[in-house]
């Protein structure tokens, strides 16, 4: 993460969803959002603030509020959006960095899914969206001319066998952000999602094969994979002024990953020879 900051973010409030340790893409959203001159409150479930440590992202960002919300809770996100308003008034950006998947974590197949937990995981993982923004509108929070970021995968547009549901939740989150996005333009305010390189985050750990998945990705990509910083100081420039004219954009910050088929670097290491 670059350490100069360049004001990008002054004057600019915003309530950051989803981080839970220094392993979490948000927790380094908030650093960089920080750096660059921005307030903002931190939000996760209540259980979130017993199990990480946002209490010291809190005080890493000038005593950044903690905001206890369910992001499936529409009663939550309304309680959530009313203790922002009253600690900044209006603001200008939402970073939405939520997802989950019970049956993942359980190892049940694609073709076998428990289907209570598929429905959790599109609630949480993508409907969240709609819920935070439409919330932010009903409450009056949001600025003309503000930006919303959600953090996505390629496996919205392609399949990776072990991503199973989240994929599908994944690429609602992105036709939520096209949808919501042409209604918001109306009023300036910018809704785009960020497909990131397979990260080291708590939660992409925790699916099977993550690391033979993260070195392919290494090993395709020109630049290599995107850390969470990197991810980090890319979200800070949607959330500036500088991208105003972009919105309803799925942005690819992967190394170049997506654009590829295949790479000497891969050929090598699979057949010891190049293209």
């Known amino acids: 993460m670059s350490q100069k900051s360049h004001g990008l973010l002054q004057g600019k409030k915003g309530i950051i969803f989803g981080p839970l340790d220094d392993k979490s893409i948000a927790w380094h959203i908030a650093l960089a959002a920080f750096r660059e001159g921005a307030q903002f409150a931190l939000s996760n479930v209540k259980v979130a603030f017993r199990l990480g440590t946002i209490a010291q992202l809190g005080k890493l960002c000038g005593d950044a509020p903690l905001v206890a919300c369910d992001a499936s809770s529409s009663e939550d996100i309304a309680t959530a959006f009313n203790e922002v308003k009253e600690k900044f008034g209006k603001i200008d950006f939402i970073v939405h960095s939520i997802g989950m998947s019970k049956n993942i974590r359980k190892d049940r197949p694609y073709d076998d899914l428990n289907y209570d937990w598929y429905h959790e995981t599109l609630d949480v993982s993508a409907m969240s969206l709609h819920r935070i923004v439409a919330g932010a509108l009903k409450a009056e929070a949001l600025n003309d001319?503000?930006?919303?970021?959600?953090?996505?995968?390629?496996?919205?547009?392609?399949?990776?066998?072990?991503?199973?549901?989240?994929?599908?939740?994944?690429?609602?989150?992105?036709?939520?952000?096209?949808?919501?996005?042409?209604?918001?333009?109306?009023?300036?305010?910018?809704?785009?999602?960020?497909?990131?390189?397979?990260?080291?985050?708590?939660?992409?750990?925790?699916?099977?094969?993550?690391?033979?998945?993260?070195?392919?990705?290494?090993?395709?990509?020109?630049?290599?994979?995107?850390?969470?910083?990197?991810?980090?100081?890319?979200?800070?420039?949607?959330?500036?002024?500088?991208?105003?004219?972009?919105?309803?954009?799925?942005?690819?910050?992967?190394?170049?990953?997506?654009?590829?088929?295949?790479?000497?670097?891969?050929?090598?290491?699979?057949?010891?020879?190049?293209?």
Do not use: W
């Not at 990776?160 to 109306?186: C, H, N, P, T, V």
């Not at 999602?193 to 993550?210: N, R």
């Not at 654009?259 to 891969?266: A, E, P, Q, V, W």
């Open 145 to 275: 001319g503000g930006s919303i970021v959600a953090l996505s995968y390629i496996g919205a547009q392609r399949t990776f066998s072990s991503y199973s549901d989240m994929g599908d939740a994944k690429a609602l989150l992105e036709s939520i952000a096209r949808s919501f996005g042409y209604r918001l333009g109306q009023r300036g305010i910018r809704l785009n999602t960020v497909s990131q390189s397979p990260t080291k985050t708590t939660a992409g750990s925790g699916i099977e094969g993550f690391d033979a998945l993260y070195d392919f990705a290494e090993k395709i990509s020109p630049l290599g994979n995107a850390t969470a910083e990197d991810c980090a100081d890319y979200v800070v420039t949607l959330l500036s002024d500088l991208t105003r004219k972009v919105t309803m954009q799925n942005l690819f910050h992967d190394g170049g990953f997506s654009t590829m088929g295949t790479s000497d670097r891969l050929l090598e290491a699979l057949y010891g020879q190049k293209q």
